[in-house]
């Protein structure tokens, strides 16, 4: 039986110690600290811990369970002393189920150790966010609205996963509905960015992020609907990855809907291809998923040759100058792999800020329109606000909004004539606080951008959903200690020139990949 925030394991070191530090550090637990304040909140120390099996990537721990050097339980035990070193405090869960997963890695436990056929994540966690249906659990979505519900049916993506051997031990948290960059929400607090609590881990699969992070998983799933998988992979130090449009198929909840993606967040693009692999292909619950399945290798050629596009503000963001500067080291890095990097004028314009606002506003409303008159008083203002504005789209302006996507995808056909993939950052900023409202004002770099959206760069790519995204760190923002991020953006469909792309660049930056956030104790 699961409990929120967490439950208790057979595990239970005596870690009060570390809970209070952490908790020091990012404020009294649940609380939205002041701005001022906030900001002024001291980072935690980094090390180097190569050894904590609990970070291992899908990969290795594989390897290791097929070399009887390691056990799904072991694997297991070693991330819930994660859990329990750093929750509540991070506030990254809701639930957790470590008396059912331990169940089920002892079974995976057998089978290796007896060499038994194993399915291909088999004994592997994974943490499904909170806005995921799965059958028989609580499902909030965030929401005190949805506080008692249980789903009478399980996403197809997590049925997938689950299928495929991978264990579900944790839910992870989201903003209300998903509808945000931060994650936090009235039902479950504020989430904060293990690397630096003062700050958040991003949203709306936040929860995810940070979770991957403090080594509480193994993998983690996730939804991305203006960059709900990449904003947090970006500013936790993984990997994310947002699919063309039907390569996975969508809930039930989502029918035939172009902005929204199921995709997953990892350590590794390796691991991000296992959960491709096994998530990916038509389904008869959605209608817009593909029939052809794209099958990922294990590895890839290199890049020599290839010819990559960099845009460092899509046209019309505001960037930080640490973001700006790991973006144009990780196109450094690409071109010492051989490949041909050129800055390009990508010609897009502020217009797309007020398209995707408009189709998400507007998309909301149509399903969840009922809250302004019969809920409004148990939802949080910024989903009632969102709502308020969808109701005032017509049809002429929402079918309109088709006109600036085929200009933007016009503009983007040019390039990739000529390039391979574009690049660009993932997140304009890292300087965005725990809990910080949408409605707070925002500059970057000295510009007042919009506080909502105007700080995370991924959105653009929603509009253009064909085209597949993945985010790949690339160093941290020296101010803030938080992660910066890089997009990977392929030609429609061409998810195989991402994944080549990213690979290369993460076998060329794997040391720094294993630098971890610690507890100061």
């Not at 057998?110 to 291909?120: F, I, L, N």
């Not at 989430?191 to 700050?199: L, M």
Request: hydrophobic content about 40%; some cysteine.
């Amino acid at each position: 039986m699961s409990k929120a925030p967490y439950e208790r394991s057979e595990v239970q070191p005596d870690l009060d110690r570390r809970r209070l530090s952490i908790a020091a550090l990012a404020g009294v637990a649940g609380t939205v600290l002041p701005a001022a304040s906030r900001a002024a909140t001291a980072r935690p120390s980094e090390e180097v811990d190569v050894d904590n099996i609990a970070y291992l990537t899908a990969g290795e721990a594989i390897a290791r369970f097929k070399a009887r050097k390691l056990s799904p339980v072991e694997l297991l035990r070693a991330q819930i002393k994660q859990v329990e070193a750093w929750e509540p405090a991070l506030k990254a869960l809701t639930y957790t189920y470590f008396d059912e997963a331990l169940e089920q890695a002892r079974i995976a436990e057998r089978k290796y150790a007896r060499g038994e056929p194993v399915r291909p994540l088999e004994g592997i966690t994974c943490a499904i966010k909170d806005y995921h249906s799965v059958k028989g659990k609580i499902t909030t979505y965030g929401s005190r609205l949805y506080k008692d519900f249980v789903p009478d049916q399980t996403a197809p993506t997590v049925e997938r996963l689950l299928a495929a051997g991978a264990i579900m031990h944790c839910r992870t948290t989201t903003p209300e509905f998903a509808h945000s960059g931060v994650t936090a929400s009235s039902l479950w607090g504020v989430t904060h960015n293990p690397w630096n609590p003062a700050y958040t881990p991003g949203g709306s699969t936040g929860g995810g992020g940070a979770a991957l992070a403090a080594g509480y998983t193994t993998l983690s799933d996730g939804t991305d609907g203006g960059g709900s998988i990449r904003i947090p992979a970006s500013m936790n130090g993984v990997f994310g990855y947002k699919p063309p449009w039907g390569r996975n198929p969508n809930d039930r909840e989502h029918p035939n809907e172009w902005l929204i993606h199921y995709g997953e967040l990892a350590r590794s693009v390796g691991d991000c291809a296992l959960m491709q692999n096994v998530t990916s292909g038509q389904h008869p619950a959605d209608m817009s998923s593909l029939r052809d399945k794209v099958v990922i290798p294990p590895t890839f050629a290199g890049i020599a040759g290839m010819r990559i596009a960099l845009s460092v503000d899509l046209g019309y963001f505001a960037v930080d100058p640490e973001v700006e500067k790991n973006t144009r080291h990780a196109a450094s890095v690409l071109r010492s792999l051989g490949a041909v990097v050129d800055e390009v004028d990508i010609g897009w314009t502020q217009e797309i800020e007020e398209t995707w606002n408009t189709r998400w506003q507007g998309v909301f409303y149509a399903l969840a329109g009922s809250l302004l008159t019969k809920s409004r008083n148990d939802v949080d203002p910024y989903v009632i606000k969102i709502l308020e504005e969808g109701k005032k789209v017509d049809v002429s302006r929402f079918y309109g909004l088709n006109l600036v996507r085929q200009k933007m995808y016009a503009s983007l056909a040019k390039i990739f004539e000529t390039h391979d993939a574009l690049i660009c950052p993932t997140t304009a900023t890292t300087k965005i606080v725990a809990g910080r409202s949408s409605e707070e004002p925002l500059a970057i770099n000295g510009k007042s951008v919009n506080p909502f959206i105007g700080w995370f760069m991924t959105y653009p790519f929603n509009l253009v959903g064909t085209l597949p995204v993945m985010s790949v760190p690339t160093g941290f923002d020296g101010q803030t200690g938080v992660p910066t991020g890089m997009q990977i953006v392929g030609p429609a469909y061409d998810d195989l020139k991402v994944f080549r792309v990213a690979s290369a660049f993460e076998g060329a930056t794997r040391p720094w990949q294993h630098r971890r956030p610690k507890l100061i104790a």
